[in-house]
């Protein structure tokens, strides 16, 4: 009885699917390996979420409308760290190092805000979510 490779080797067109076959399983592997760095830049980890450079662009482009500025609904104002992390009419938003106890973060995660707008995108909430539990660095 002919063992598999005698079988490829008998069979040329056999031997070059099975070749194409291990070359797209390396190609998925590459793939998914690589997939891992360049996902990256939409979703930071704990501790290297920047205040300046990924949260307050977020406030900036959907929370400020109602809180900063002129308007500060429950006077909350979002314009700063400084505000931000004082809170509003209802106490601070923000508990470092602890998205479930932030209020913030669980109206975003509620889809309760922002209310006008569409929600934010999950790459945008996990954002949050990591620079709080980070602690909430002024960085």
Known sequence: ????????????????????????????????????????????????????????????????????GQHTQKGLDMTSYASLMAGGDNGTVITPGNPDQSSFIQMVVQGKMPKSGPHLLPSQIQLLTDWVKAGALNN
Not at 39 to 53: E, L
Request: some cysteine; aromatic content about 2%; hydrophobic content about 45%.
């Open 1 to 68: 009885m002919p063992t598999s490779l005698q079988k490829l080797k008998n069979n040329p067109r056999a031997g070059r699917v099975a070749v194409l076959a291990v070359l797209v399983v390396l190609f998925v592997v590459a793939l998914s390996a690589c997939s891992g760095a360049a996902g990256t830049s939409a979703t930071a980890t704990p501790g290297t979420v920047s205040f300046s450079k990924d949260v307050m662009p977020i406030l900036q482009s959907r929370c400020v409308n109602c809180h900063g």
